[in-house]
Structure formats: C-alpha cells, structure tokens
C-alpha cells in the first residue's frame, strides 16, 4: 500500500519506465509491420529471393523491443504499481482509504498524481485527491 507521499516520491522513476515500455511496444509494432510488408513485397515480386539480413534484423528488432517492453513492465510492477492501460500510461499504486482499498490514479501528461478510485472502479470514475482525502488516507 502506498501512502500519497511515497507514490509521488515513486512517480519520476515510474513514468521513465512507462514511456520506456509505451516506445518498446511501438518499436516492436513497427518491426512487425516492416517485416509483414517486406514477405508482402516478396511475393508481390513473384517469390523474389529474400534478404535474410534484412529478416534477421526485422526478428531481432521485435525480440529486443519485446524483452525491452517486458523489463520495464516488470520494474514498474516489482515495485507495486498496477498498469491499468499501457499506451495511455494509465497506472494505479494501492492505497487504502478508510480502511477500504483504493487506488491513486496517475495518466501520462499530467504534473501529479491528481485522481482516486475505489477498487471496483475503473479509472473511469476518478474522482479528484483533495486534502479531506489525503487527511483519511490510511498508512499502515
């Protein structure tokens, strides 16, 4: 459980490591497709002898984003952070509120974490952190 202070204090290092994965997942996308569209050209030339370096490099390019990808979302989850919408950068660190588990909701481009939400809510029902609910945030 995160009290608001060491979400915040948490917060740099975590959105480095969200905008790592978000540019990993869309380097391997992009790989994917250069591959998909490089066999299309192939077989559009009628079966034309394929440039195994340029394959090699297509696959090793997805392995190395998807390894990328898969580190940082491990990171970010190793240290108790729940990623609620990666390309987005929607994430939640638990909280408890009142004695009921919440999370504070944090969305890439904003200055803070700024939102709450209960734990049968989706980040759709954020409601905004103001001092009443920093004042009944629950540490232990």
Known sequence: MFSYQKAMALLPEIISLLKTAIEAKASRKRSVESHA??????????GAFPNQNRLAAYADQAKT???????AVDRIQDQG???????QGQIDFPARHRDKQVYLCFQLGE??????????????????IDAAFLSELDFS
């Open 37 to 46: 569209a490089y066999k299309k050209k192939l077989v559009m030339a009628g």
């Open 65 to 71: 984003s998807h390894e990328e990808l898969k580190r």
């Open 81 to 87: 952070v729940e990623i609620r919408e990666l390309d």
């Open 111 to 128: 200055a803070e974490i700024l939102h709450w939400h209960g734990a049968d809510e989706s980040c759709a029902g954020r409601k905004a």
